[in-house]
């Protein structure tokens, strides 16, 4: 493998001159501040965020033993989705790869961004085949976007697989770990020293407790880290989301306990989904969810919401004909779930 940033970033990019905001151009402690056109009288949130987040950035190196400058942090994975995309691939020359059925915003930032995107099915077991993805790689295949554990089946996808196509793969590939908290793996973080190419996506939004806020995590090779913060709104990170995380970053044995909470709750409605006649196969789960094929699931789905119950209707998705994803809740919460299931 020849990792080299320059040939796989586009050109725009690689040479870009970023926008320098007040806050870049001086840093540091000043006893009046007439740089950035704020309004001088004191609401709390006066004054901007700081662009780089590095109160934030340096807590989570620690929680995460990486390096600071392997982080980037964005208005939830999502932005984080299109800072990759628009960094690395030139609209109608480039492409993206994804494995189906998986999260669908890797689709819509790659249309939006009018990059094309190319399918590899995911094997029936959703795990990824290895030959496949290698028969579809090019010259222009600039970013692979692996999802694990994968929504929706809620599985890990294979180590070795993974390593082969790190190996192998001149582009990024992207892990996306929105729900590694809630698995038994160690996140692929550990490896970012010894893949130039790997990029690890984390997030706020689910064992965390804070979807609300919008914090989504990037961690990868520092050079690709600053390639998008070229690319990312200098003040991407309110004020407000960077207080909040920074909390919930120091009190991490709540997150702790509510995974445990969720775990205990996720192995309690397994096994009462087993009792129910109707329900065909329970997927494997490394996740906060279950993916679960239920004979005429589309029917199910609508009795659950006449019931005011919702989960996540997932039978017209590829190899997901007659599932449901039903997301793991509180105690009381998945109660009415099951009474309803056994009702039906
Ligand atoms: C929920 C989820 C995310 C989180 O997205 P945010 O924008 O950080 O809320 C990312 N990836 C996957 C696969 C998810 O299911």
Redesign the pocket.
């Known amino acids: 493998m020849t990792f080299d940033l320059k040939n796989i970033a586009r050109a725009n990019i690689y040479n870009l001159k970023p926008y320098s905001s007040a806050r870049d151009e001086f840093k540091g402690e000043a006893k009046v501040y007439l740089d950035a056109n704020e309004n001088p009288y004191n609401t709390g949130y006066n004054r901007y965020p700081d662009p780089m987040q590095w109160k934030v950035k340096n807590l989570l190196a620690h929680l995460k033993n990486t390096k600071t400058e392997q982080i980037i942090l ?8 299109d800072l990759l995309i628009r960094s690395f691939c030139e609209p109608n020359v480039d492409e993206i790869i994804i494995l189906p059925p ?2 669908g ?1 890797y689709e819509v930032y790659g249309n939006i961004n009018q990059v094309k995107i190319t399918e590899v099915l995911l094997t029936e077991n959703f795990q990824i085949s290895i030959s496949e993805v290698k028969k579809v790689i090019n010259k222009n295949s600039k970013i692979i976007f692996f ?1 694990s554990p ?2 929706p089946s809620g599985n890990l996808l294979k180590n070795e697989a993974i390593k082969e196509i790190l190996n192998e793969f001149d582009g990024i590939v992207v892990i ?1 770990e ?2 590694i908290d809630f698995s038994t793996q160690e996140s692929w973080t550990e490896y970012l020293d010894i893949y130039p190419n790997l990029f690890v ?1 984390q ?4 064992a965390w407790g804070l ?1 609300g806020i ?3 995590m990037g961690f990868a090779n520092a050079e690709i880290i600053k390639l998008l913060n070229k690319v990312k709104p200098p003040y991407n990170i309110s004020q407000l989301t960077q207080e909040k995380a920074l909390e919930a970053l120091l009190n991490k044995d709540e997150k702790n306990d509510k995974v445990q909470e969720i775990l205990q709750q996720r192995d309690w409605l397994i096994t009462e989904l087993f009792t129910i006649e109707k329900v065909q196969h329970i997927y494997p789960t490394d ?1 906060n969810f279950v993916l679960i094929k239920i004979e005429n699931a589309t029917k199910v789905y609508e009795y659950l919401i006449q019931e005011s119950i919702v989960v996540r209707n997932r039978s017209t998705v590829t190899l997901c004909f007659d599932c449901l994803r039903i997301t793991i809740g509180t105690a009381q919460e998945n109660k009415i779930l099951i009474d309803a299931l056994k009702a039906l």
């Open positions: 964005g208005n939830g994975s999502d932005e984080i989705i998986t999260y915003m999802c994968n929504n996306d929105a729900y996506m997030t706020l939004s689910k979807a919008r914090l989504g996740a």
